[in-house]
């Protein structure tokens, strides 16, 4: 069951449905980032489509604790840390449009522990790449 805020009627990150939602809405600001979208489009090489199911099953398990994300993340940062080197704006920038449109388009519990989670992914990445 979803539940909305009732102070602003915003839906919070509860549902796989809203969780998709944020995930087009979060990638399309990183998209069009020109500091950014080069990193997915052109480092990373990710067919952005393709990508999108990973990245909504990887929201899913950490806020709605679904198993179907089975990769490592750290790893896979350090292989595109290896092909460019991330930088501690990237990842800066990355957690800015990550809350912008977390706190724009959602509210609630699950909202603000993935605006939390996001935060420490944010903490970890830059000290797994020597930049915290």
């Known amino acids: 069951?979803?539940?909305?805020?009732?102070?602003?009627?915003?839906?919070?990150?509860?549902?796989?449905?809203?969780?998709?939602?944020?995930?087009?809405?979060?990638?399309?600001?990183?998209?069009?980032?020109?500091?950014?979208?080069?990193?997915?489009?052109?480092?990373?090489?990710?067919?952005?489509?393709?990508?999108?199911?990973?990245?909504?099953?990887?929201?899913e398990k950490l806020l709605l604790g679904k198993n179907d994300y089975h990769r490592h993340t750290m790893n896979i940062h350090r292989e595109l840390n290896a092909k460019q080197a991330l930088l501690d704006e990237d990842f800066k920038q990355w957690l800015d449009y990550f809350i912008y449109v977390a706190d724009r388009d959602f509210s609630g519990q699950k909202t603000e522990r993935a605006k939390q989670i996001a935060t420490t992914i944010s903490q970890n990445m830059r000290k797994v790449i020597d930049l915290a």
């Open 1 to 59: 069951m979803s539940s909305h805020s009732p102070q602003n009627n915003k839906p919070d990150l509860d549902t796989p449905e809203h969780i998709a939602v944020f995930v087009e809405s979060f990638y399309e600001c990183l998209l069009n980032d020109d500091r950014l979208a080069p990193i997915f489009t052109d480092v990373a090489n990710i067919d952005i489509r393709e990508h999108f199911p990973r990245i909504r099953a990887y929201w």
